[in-house]
């Protein structure tokens, strides 16, 4: 029996990008390009009419914008969506709230010599689009809401007159495809004064900040992106930029994240084992840890090292994961203490630090 290729709609505002796109596709096996469409009106009958499996989005459109025609899509018809979006602020913010509304993935367009360098890009798009064929788009999760605006822990948080727990207790993330709102589940449902979080998220340069900022304004946690010498208090999380590994050091009486140039890891930089490792060597069994959805197996290793080192170790488990591959495969090597599901997570993690 042969197997079914993967039809994809490619929508794109720009004639070349379509073309691109559609070339790239075609030219991988398995994926056929069965239709392009230049705006969201034309996407909305092509889709009707040609049922593919995969949508590819181009984040700014004319007479509807992506983030627009992404809502009413994932309320009207869920599919499997990836995004491509411009390296620019303005595109990390939108493609942040597209990945929030259901976007499995996205890759980036370049600003300049489209034609030449988004060619580079083919192994990286074909991938995302096979991920998300296999994708389950369920519907959007009710999450918790943060506090309601003018409370006293918006002046003056509870995580202030603790902040000596600073040299106790860590939790460390890490997470790839679909962890930009795993990780947000897991910090919605954390208190403002948690301890100190370390977080890597497979995610380009240039969206790493959008996210952090974005995650800043929704949770009652102060989120930033990384940068060298943070000290890592008490409902504060630090999340890795998106080309360079983050390590948790000891500093005296405190923890301090500290960036790096160094190689990819597992293809990633930043990679999760690197952060896993540090955290082991920094804070050994006052971490807790936890491995969320994502591709491949960056993390499983540094999860497995860490359980052996007596600290409790949490993998999201297969049914509430975009993709179960670094969570379960930290499963299938032992590095595991509970396998649990996302809205179980932070709980367990709180526990796990004695909180």
């Not at 960036?259 to 690197?274: A, C, F, K, T």
Request: charged share 25%; proline share 6%; hydrophobic share 45%.
């Amino acid at each position: 029996m042969l197997k079914k290729n993967i039809r994809v709609l490619v929508v794109d505002d720009s004639a070349l990008i379509r073309r691109l796109l559609t070339e790239m596709l075609n030219n991988a096996d398995g994926i056929e390009v069965v239709g392009t469409a230049a705006d969201p009106f034309i996407a909305r009958e092509k889709i009707k009419e040609l049922n593919p499996d995969v949508l590819t989005l181009d984040v700014e459109m004319p007479r509807m914008d992506g983030i627009a025609f992404l809502r009413n899509l994932m309320r009207l018809r869920p599919m499997p969506v990836v995004m491509v979006s411009s390296l620019t602020e303005q595109g990390a913010a939108v493609t942040m709230q597209a990945l929030e509304l259901g976007a499995v993935d996205f890759v980036t367009k370049p600003k300049i010599d489209i034609s030449h360098t988004l060619a580079m890009y083919a192994d990286e798009l074909t991938e995302k689009v096979r991920i998300a064929a296999g994708v389950k788009v369920n519907p959007m999760r009710i999450l918790p809401d943060p506090p309601a605006p003018g409370i006293v822990d918006d002046i003056i948080p509870r995580a202030a007159v603790r902040q000596f727990r600073t040299t106790d207790k860590i939790i460390a993330i890490g997470a790839s495809t679909g962890g930009t709102e795993a990780i947000k589940e897991v910090l919605l449902r954390m208190p403002p004064d948690a301890p100190g979080m370390v977080i890597t998220q497979h995610i380009p340069a240039g969206f790493s900040a959008a996210f952090a900022e974005r995650m800043n304004r929704q949770t009652r946690l102060i989120v930033k992106e990384a940068e060298d010498g943070d000290h890592v208090l008490p409902g504060h999380v630090f999340i890795a930029p998106g080309d360079r590994h983050l390590l948790l050091v000891r500093n005296g009486a405190r923890y301090e994240c500290r960036l790096s140039d160094g190689g990819p890891v597992n293809r990633h930089r930043p990679s999760v084992d690197v952060l896993f490792r540090s955290a082991l060597q920094a804070a050994g069994a006052n971490v807790s840890a936890a491995l969320l959805t994502g591709m491949g197996a960056d993390g499983a290793e540094g999860l497995l090292e860490l359980r052996q080192a007596g600290v409790h170790t949490i993998a999201q488990d297969e049914a509430s994961s975009v993709v179960w591959g670094m969570p379960g495969e930290a499963v299938k090597r032992g590095g595991a203490s509970e396998v649990l599901t996302l809205e179980k997570i932070a709980h367990a993690l709180l526990r796990a630090t004695d909180f």
